[in-house]
């Protein structure tokens, strides 16, 4: 059974009645642009087919009550009255504080959800389940879908009170996504254009099957280095270094702040010159700017780890292979790699092989299509 038939029977069942509303909203993958978006810089994600839904139907009495049919739990909130605590329910929540500060009147719902976006991977399942939370509230509220506001408040929702101090790619693509597209996001401006994928070209997710702790300290670390390096530059953010000028003061910068700001500053430059790739429909030109994002990551900004070395490069020796690289915040969770799709069945057999000669461990490798972003199934 789909996702979405296993969402509207669970409501039906709970319920007595077939749902008004369903939505569901994806997580993503990033093709280029990593640990750049907090530096107001350029980002390549994708939406991923791989989704939260909801199906639900208004209530009168400014309550939510929410089923999640993935932790097999019920949570109620009172619209008024809304309290932090821990766990999932923290989500919608955060949602819920985040549109009423920004100062939309919320109706109450009551609804169930599912999601099939794997936690803790770095394919941005909390993006998606605050982007299906914030559709749902649009639908029953009846206020106008603006997604990058939309992506804003969600974003504002991690940060404050899940407390997670993410940047904007997540949201953004969660919120902006398009069909057989992958999107390039100025993180400054919030623009974003979508842009079709070289053809006869595939995506593949690789995930490592590690996950790493303490993600948050080091992710945080890294954004304070990249403030300091700005500030070092005089300017707001790492953004407004170009590399030349870059290169010009290098030398006066600790090795370490001068291998982060040159991962953000080349980043940026790749990013930019990717999307020119996809223009062109240079599917090679993309794949060699997704290695060297990956050598960067691995050398100069030190977000890596072994597996996610390994299968990349197990990845990059694999016959149709365009390019492989980390993707997300890293220190573990996901890879993804550019593959001729004649290859990409091969490919994924060939690379989960090589993974686990390599480490033992079994990595789940999937083709996965580009999705539209939050959107309304059923009304
Ligand atoms: C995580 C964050 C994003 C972004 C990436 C790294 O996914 O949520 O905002 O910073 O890491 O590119």
């Not at 605590?85 to 985040?98: F, I, L, N, R, T």
Request: glycine letters at 8%.
């Amino acid at each position: 059974m789909s996702l979405q038939d296993q969402v509207i029977a669970d409501f039906t069942q709970r319920f007595g009645a077939s749902p008004d509303i369903v939505v569901r909203a994806p997580g993503r993958v990033n093709l280029i642009g990593e640990h750049t978006d907090y530096n107001e810089g350029f980002v390549m994600p994708l939406a991923i087919d791989r989704h939260t839904w909801i199906a639900l139907r208004p209530r009168t009495d400014g309550t939510v009550f929410l089923h999640s049919m993935d932790h097999d739990e019920s949570c109620t909130f009172d619209l008024e009255q809304l309290n932090k605590d821990k766990g999932w329910q923290e989500y919608p929540k955060s949602v819920a504080w985040a549109l009423q500060d920004a100062g939309y009147p919320l109706t109450g719902w009551e609804g169930t959800t599912i999601c099939d976006v794997p936690l803790g991977a770095g394919l941005s399942s909390s993006a998606s389940y605050e982007l299906a939370v914030a559709k749902a509230f649009a639908e029953v509220s009846g206020f106008p879908w603006d997604a990058p506001k939309m992506a804003l408040i969600s974003q504002l929702a991690e940060n404050q009170w899940v407390g997670v101090n993410c940047g904007i790619m997540d949201q953004m693509i969660s919120a902006v996504g398009q069909a057989d597209h992958a999107v390039l996001i100025d993180c400054r401006s919030l623009d974003a254009t979508p842009l079709p994928l070289p053809s006869g070209t595939s995506v593949v997710i690789l995930d490592t099957a590690t996950r790493r702790g303490l993600v948050d300290s080091a992710y945080n670390e890294r954004r304070q280095q990249c403030e300091e390096a700005a500030a070092f530059f005089g300017v707001k953010m790492l953004r407004d270094v170009a590399m030349d000028q870059f290169a010009a003061r290098a030398g006066e910068l600790s090795d370490v702040t001068r291998r982060r700001a040159r991962h953000v500053i080349s980043e940026n430059a790749r990013t930019v010159a990717a999307a020119a790739a996809m223009k062109q429909g240079d599917a090679v030109a993309l794949g060699r700017l997704m290695n060297e994002s990956h050598d960067s990551l691995r050398d100069d900004f030190e977000v890596t780890n072994e597996e996610l070395n390994v299968i990349v490069e197990r990845s990059r020796n694999v016959e149709g292979c365009l390019g492989a690289r980390m993707t997300g915040a890293g220190f573990g969770g996901c890879a993804v790699a550019l593959v001729q799709t004649d290859h990409a069945d091969a490919f994924v057999t060939a690379v989960t092989a090589a993974y686990h000669d390599g480490t033992g461990l079994r990595p789940s490798a999937y083709v996965c299509q580009a999705s539209d972003g939050a959107s309304v199934v059923t009304r």
